[in-house]
T-cell receptor, first 112, second 113 residues
Framework: NAGVTQTPKFQVLKTGQSMTLQCAQDMNHNSMYWYRQDPGMGLRLIYYSASEGTTDKGEVPNGYNVSRLNKREFSLRLESAAPSQTSVYFC???????????FGSGTRLTVV | AQSVTQLGSHVSVSEGALVLLRCNYSSSVPPYLFWYVQYPNQGLQLLLKYTSAATLVKGINGFEAEFKKSETSFHLTKPSAHMSDAAEYFCAVSDQGFQKLVFGTGTRLLVSP
């Protein structure tokens, strides 16, 4: 009963380093999402994938790239990390619009 | 684009008191609306949802919300607060053909004994 699994849970990066956040779901959901959560700003959508093979920009896509590797996996890449990308990142998935999202437990990223 | 406004970044209640968390939305079409709860260092968990069926929606842990189109509101209520309700609550509205959700900035509920 894993749901949505995010790795790693914590990461510290130096400015300019790159990394990939991994997300996998085992519920056969069609749509997957990446959000970032910052104090006082709620959750802001970075990228989403409405179905396997498609990806679209959200509200704050600059500095990020995504890959929908297959139906299960949706990764988020930071090519050159900046301190402004210090945040908690959440992956979520849903089977369709009538359902809410299932969220992972998050990745806490600090860029120094 | 759709948006939600959550009035009050913090709400404090006593244990046993009524909980009222406010959410107003802007949408050009009938929306889907959701409430989520986040406990410390955890992901978000769905409390309840409105998807154009009954306007009074009941969720988990004794919470409910009423969709009021005339007021563009979807306020979350619970008759009697419990210490375990202390958490952050997020309202969300569907956007762009229901393909994604737009979240409010959240309300932290504090429950005192």
């Amino acid at each position: 009963n894993a749901g949505v699994t995010q790795t790693p849970k914590f990461q510290v990066l130096k400015t300019g380093q790159s990394m990939t956040l991994q997300c996998a779901q085992d519920m056969n959901h069609n749509s997957m999402y990446w959000y970032r959560q910052d104090p006082g700003m709620g959750l802001r959508l970075i990228y989403y994938s409405a179905s396997e093979g498609t990806t679209d920009k959200g509200e704050v896509p600059n500095g990020y790239n995504v890959s929908r590797l297959n139906k299960r996996e949706f990764s988020l890449r930071l090519e050159s990390a900046a301190p402004s990308q210090t945040s908690v990142y959440f992956c979520a998935s849903t089977p369709d619009r009538d359902y809410g999202y299932t969220f992972g437990s998050g990745t806490r990223l600090t860029v120094v | 684009a759709q948006s939600v406004t959550q009035l009050g970044s913090h709400v404090s209640v006593s244990e046993g008191a009524l909980v009222l968390l406010r959410c107003n939305y802007s949408s050009s079409v009938p929306p889907y609306l959701f409430w989520y709860v986040q406990y410390p260092n955890q992901g978000l968990q769905l409390l309840l949802k409105y998807t154009s069926a009954a306007t009074l929606v009941k969720g988990i842990n004794g919470f409910e919300a009423e969709f009021k189109k005339s007021e563009t509101s979807f306020h979350l209520t619970k008759p009697s607060a419990h210490m375990s309700d202390a958490a952050e609550y997020f309202c969300a509205v569907s956007d762009q053909g229901f393909q994604k959700l737009v979240f409010g900035t959240g309300t932290r509920l504090l429950v005192s004994p």
